[in-house]
């Protein structure tokens, strides 16, 4: 009996034995079977972002990164309008078109602006100033939500993320769009050639999608692409938001349109960004490896629009310029020929011809020298609609800008049948109606669907030949020629230097005040055509002051000079007429 008592606890034990390396080895299976497929998983998100880009990523330290850092801003700009961030590892939740700001311990926003951070917006994500459809901000959540959230899609390139304002529209993508995006990249050095952009605004493509992708290597991203490569997309580094230090003018969202009351970019960035994209191109213009006989070749250039807002006489109206330039013709069209060719033709041209419209802004392609010859349809004002004659006059462009407006009506065809955004007026009722047939001229009006303003620019117009004509030579007093145009200088003059006074009392009402001063430092290495010296004089505790310009670097005043008198002197020098060096400091003169 206790033999078989013993073999029977023997039998137990192997048995109990037996069970525990089974469950251990199924318990190391299950894990090792969760271990795959968590790799598996990871393998798979990490194909996903290399899908993305040619950049590799190590996926698990990436999301490491992320869990144990947080989400990382920091920001340029003291308001919305201004501001610029750059994040590391921003996210994107694709299903809640939500972006998403993850708090570690180690997370940072700079500034940390609390509530105020939605007073309007962060930032605005277009280089269109304060437009409520362009505000950016995000959602917050702690990085620990990230184990109930779907595995992120990392993508790790360098991105700037942004709105196009209206990419259908040639001035809108060169205005709002491809120029701030070109300097944005040039004011933050990894925003380089290998940066990839992210559009946000929900359009697709649109007409001049090749433009954009000019500006990086890599395929640009619309928002609603990144559905189909996860549920939560995180930037590892990025910055949102664009630079509004091109833009030049504003469309009359809050006042009637005009240029903007702060411009900050000359030509000279203008020109430099047409270069660019020229290069990109592979244009080269006169001068270049261009034949002497094609240089030679002068031309003007007629915009030709084929669905609306047409030159009745176009025809006409070339034979006639054609006569008064004694110049060849070349006609181009946005609806029959693409963008590059259109920029080799202008970029040669002497003279550029067309309807008011978006086309206008080739004109930033045009050589310097050249001539813009703006059209605007009946009852259209030239000094109410100003994007292309304030680009034509930004020191640097150095381009002349003519404005015609036809003033017969009967010169003018009209389609008020058409849908309201052609210009069509046939759903307003007939009070209205009959007011805008009346008028002999828009009123300035705020963006963007005035009735009265679309049922005029979409006209057709008969160009009176001998007006155009006219007008062209109350501005172009002599024949155009590129060759000449050289760059005009923006090179501003330093402070004059060792400024002082000397004064004499010579009766009991007369005095005489002297000031002298020297040349500023950089003029003697520059070449500088018109040298001129102003000097503002003006007596202690008085509001007024006397201005002089001058033209030698001393001089004595005694008009209006008084004996026993204090006076305050600056002294400034002037390049050209008119580029302004800083006044020296103040001179306090006793006489």
Known sequence: MRAASCR???????????????????????????HTA?????????????????????????????????????????????????????????EAEEFVFFHSNSSFMLPNLGPRRFQPALLDLSSVE?????????????????????????????TLILNRFNPDNLMHVFHDDLLPIFYTMRQYSDLDDEARLVFMEGWGEGAHFDLYRLLSSKQPLLKEQLRNFGKLMCF??????????????????????????????????IRQFASSLMEKLNITTRGGEESAAEEKDEYFVVFSRSINRLILNEAELILALVQEFQMRAVTVSLEEQNFPRIVKVISGASILVSMHGAQLV???????????????????????????????????MDLQYVAWRNMVEENSVAYPERPWEQGGIAHLDKEEQDHILA?????????????????????????????????????????????????????HPGRVREPQCQTSVQATNE??????????WNLK???????????????????????????????????NIKPFTTYLVWVRCIFNKNLLGPFADVLMCRT
């Open 525 to 559: 290495y520059l070449k500088v055509r018109e040298v001129k010296y102003e000097v503002w004089i003006q007596e202690q505790g008085e509001n007024t002051y006397m201005p002089y310009i001058l033209p030698h670097q001393n001089y004595t005043f005694s008009e």
């Open 511 to 520: 005095a005489k005040l002297t000031v002298s001063w020297q040349i500023p």
């Open 8 to 34: 029977m606890n023997v039998a137990a034990i192997l048995n109990g034995l037996l069970v525990s390396v089974v469950a251990a080895l199924l318990w190391k299976y299950v894990r090792l079977s969760e």
């Open 236 to 269: 590892t580094k990025s910055y949102v938001g664009l630079s509004k230090m091109t833009t030049w003018y504003q469309y009359g969202f809050v006042q009637p349109q005009g240029p903007k009351a702060n411009i900050l970019v000359s030509g000279n960035e």
């Open 130 to 158: 304060d437009h409520n459809t362009q505000y950016f901000n995000f959602l917050e959540l702690p990085a620990a939500a990230l184990k109930f959230m779907p595995k992120p899609v990392f993508v790790p390139d360098v």
């Open 439 to 491: 008028s002999k001229e828009v009123p300035r009006h705020l963006c963007c669907r005035n009735p009265e303003w679309l049922y005029r620019i979409y006209q057709d117009t008969i160009v009176d030949i001998p007006s155009l004509l006219e007008a062209i030579r109350a501005i172009v007093k002599t024949r155009p020629n590129l060759k000449k145009a050289k760059p005009a200088s923006t090179v």
């Open 362 to 396: 080739s004109s930033l392609f045009l050589p310097r020298g050249a001539v813009v010859v703006e059209l605007f349809p009946y009852a259209v004002n030239p000094e109410q609609y100003t994007p292309y004659k304030t680009l034509t006059s930004l020191p640097g």
């Open 38 to 94: 968590v790799l598996e998983e990871e393998l798979q998100l990490t194909r996903q972002s290399q899908e993305l880009s040619q950049a590799r990523i190590d996926y698990h330290a990436a999301l490491l990164a992320l869990q144990e850092h947080g989400t990382r801003m920091v920001c340029t700009g003291k308001m919305h309008t201004d501001r610029i961030c750059r994040f590391d590892y921003l996210c994107y939740c694709t």
